[in-house]
């Protein structure tokens, strides 16, 4: 008797078998428009998924050119119709933008080509779209936090193949260099994607201050300035990304999606910025003049908003520490802790002072930050969203001094210069106040004139502005000091921290929270312009500040560094890593709350850093699984109670 299985194979070698001649097949594999032919499908369904292209990594299209953009876009095409199947292809929403014309400019990321993130996304969610596919998020790591902080639905990955469409570009190690000519077509190795929108650009090795990383920043400097991307290396270790930036803020001439609410009580306060470099006379200069106005019976403050302090302290620290290997991006966040200091002035000095006092002078204003940042780091602030909710002043006078003059004055000081009183820092300064004190109603003073001449000018400026006085004539002179760094108590040893929610013990970084809010209140829509990469290293630079000035012995935290370095997420942040040093010296883990727990801990503390519902919960459950994962020499001690 023939079994089943001998039946089945005789039946198979018998298939295509025929005394006569083959007939064609009818098939709808073989004939599939006939059998196609009167079939007619009902409407699909609006789409509920759509595919969402992240830009291209900047230098993958500089290497590439339009061969990049053409199998890209085929690609994502056939990546449609997979995805869609019987509904068709699912929409394409492609944030790559035409760098053609920008290619001319210096970096080739001009804010006025970039669609606004939100304004992309918005519609999509309107229009039923639950699940966005997104494309790319390896090499743009910046954009995917974004869309993965603020989109409402639910998210799926899918990389381009970029590592195939770049296979013929040689990737050099960080013991090969670059041709200085830049002709011939070659990568950096960075299989990590550790450098998010600049890989390739440069190896990791060449993030650090090291002299390794000096002489790597050194060669590819000279490769990517020969292909016409001077400013490619800078961006790229310093941490920076302006088409994200650009794609974030809402264009000029667009209505703001949230405008601030009107202040209950507006500020009366005329605000008058008297600014130069160091050493120019800015502290004399205002206090004289604003004696003079007391005199006339004027209410005055006089507010510095750069403190000497902790927040100096650690910026220093920061910086410092690139003296011993720390990445170069610590400059970079440096000046996000003067920053957000300033926005502490702001909050704290000078909106009360504003509501009380006819006049508040400024001794110095915010073109220090906009100098800084532009001559040291090449970084654009003007219009940067946490300058948004500082007041314009009525107007500004500049002590006009030359670099080797103002250095010159400080050394006949009995302070040590701080750390950018030097030569190149104070040029730098020089060069960007002459740019910015020739715009439109900038008052331009000697600052080697007499102070009575230049008193005396002020004067006549300013005293028109002002209307009768509504209070006594007083100078209320607001203290240039901010809470010390305290030394670590040798008794106690280092803060004993509890992972999540903890009823009886401080948790660290709810200042930073309590800024945010305030920062809304003031600018509305504005500051969903920040990238999140920006408040995640806020929140490591508030837990230093914190434990600085505090010094608990007991504390807890909603995020714990090394569970932050641990996420995907932030993989593309060297500071993390460098600010989860500086909190391992001063802490130790010895308790944690339930996975539950600690999880609802984290996604309050993502929301209370401006992420969405949804985006929050995501970020939590991408915290809650590397929390988990990370090793924790704690792991044996008792978990205590939330409450």
């Not at 160091?278 to 403190?307: C, M, N, P, Q, W």
């Not at 505090?550 to 997420?569: F, G, K, Y």
């Amino acid at each position: 008797m023939v079994n089943d299985a001998a039946r089945s194979r005789a039946a198979l070698e018998s298939v295509g078998q025929s005394d006569g001649p083959r007939e064609e097949p009818l098939d709808v594999v073989a004939r599939l428009a006939d059998h196609q032919q009167n079939l007619v499908p009902a409407a699909p369904p609006p789409p509920r998924a759509a595919l969402l292209a992240l830009p291209l990594p900047p230098l993958a299209r500089a290497l590439l050119g339009d061969a990049l953009v053409a199998a890209r876009a085929q690609w994502l095409s056939r990546r449609a119709e997979e995805h869609g199947g019987g509904d068709g292809p699912l929409p394409i929403v492609d944030l790559e933008v035409d760098l053609e014309l920008e290619m001319e400019l210096e970096l080739g990321l001009a804010a006025a080509a970039t669609v606004h993130l939100e304004a992309r996304l918005a519609p999509l969610a309107a229009a039923g779209i639950a699940t966005l596919i997104v494309v790319g998020g390896a090499e743009q790591r910046g954009f995917a936090r974004a869309v993965a902080a603020r989109w409402p639905g639910s998210l799926e990955r899918l990389e381009l193949p970029l590592d195939a469409l770049l296979a013929a570009i040689p990737a050099l190690r960080n013991d090969e260099r670059p041709p200085a000519d830049g002709r011939v077509l070659v990568r950096a190795l960075d299989p990590g994607r550790r450098l998010g929108a600049w890989w390739c650009c440069v190896p990791p090795a060449a993030l650090l201050c090291t002299r390794e990383g000096a002489e790597l920043r050194a060669a590819w400097q000279r490769y990517w300035s020969a292909r016409g991307w001077p400013d490619a290396v800078r961006c790229a270790v310093l941490g920076l990304d302006p088409l994200l930036d650009a794609a974030l803020r809402e264009p000029p001439s667009s209505p703001p999606s949230s405008p601030p609410p009107a202040p209950a009580d507006p500020p009366l306060a005329r605000h008058v910025a008297i600014t130069g470099l160091d050493g120019a006379g800015k502290s004399t200069h205002a206090a004289r003049l604003a004696a003079s106005l007391a005199e006339r019976g004027h209410a005055v403050a006089v507010v510095k908003i750069y403190r000497q302090g902790a927040f100096l302290e650690l910026a220093g620290e920061l910086g410092a520490r690139t003296r011993r290997g720390a990445p170069l991006a610590a400059f970079r966040v440096s000046r996000l802790v003067k920053l957000l200091d300033s926005v502490r002035v702001l909050r704290d000095r000078l909106v009360p002072l504003a509501g009380r006092c006819d006049v508040v002078l400024l001794d110095r204003w915010l073109e220090t930050h906009v100098a800084a940042a532009a001559s040291q780091l090449g970084w654009e602030l003007a219009d940067h969203p946490l300058l948004a909710p500082f007041p314009r002043v009525d107007r500004r006078f500049w002590l006009e001094l030359g670099a080797e003059e103002a250095i010159e004055r400080l050394d006949a000081r009995a302070e040590r210069r701080s750390a950018d009183e030097h030569a190149t820092g104070l040029l730098g300064y020089a060069r960007e106040f002459e740019r910015l004190a020739a715009g439109p109603g900038e008052q331009r003073l000697s600052a080697r004139a007499p102070l009575e001449e230049n008193a005396a000018q002020l004067l006549r400026e300013v005293v028109p502005l002002l209307a009768a006085p509504r209070r006594r004539g007083e100078v209320v002179a607001v203290e240039n000091g901010a809470p010390p760094r305290l030394p670590l108590d040798a008794a106690h040893g280092r803060c004993r921290l509890h992972l999540g929610a903890h009823a009886e013990r401080p948790e660290l970084g709810r200042g930073l929270f309590e800024l945010i809010t305030f920062l809304r209140e003031r600018s509305g829509g504005a500051l969903s312009g920040v990238p999140e990469a920006t408040w995640i290293e806020a929140y490591l630079v508030e837990l230093l500040l914190a434990l600085g000035t505090t010094r608990p012995a007991r504390a807890a935290v909603a995020l714990w560094p090394a569970a932050l370095l641990a996420m995907e997420e932030c993989a593309d942040l060297p500071m993390v890593a460098e600010l989860a040093r500086l909190l391992d010296a001063e802490t130790q883990v010895e308790s944690a709350s339930s996975d539950d727990e600690a999880r609802r801990a984290a996604d309050d503390a993502f929301r209370a850093l401006g992420f969405a519902p949804a985006g929050a919960a995501r970020f939590a459950a991408s915290y809650s699984e590397a929390l988990r994962a990370t090793p924790r020499a704690w792991s044996a001690a008792p978990s205590a109670p939330a409450s």
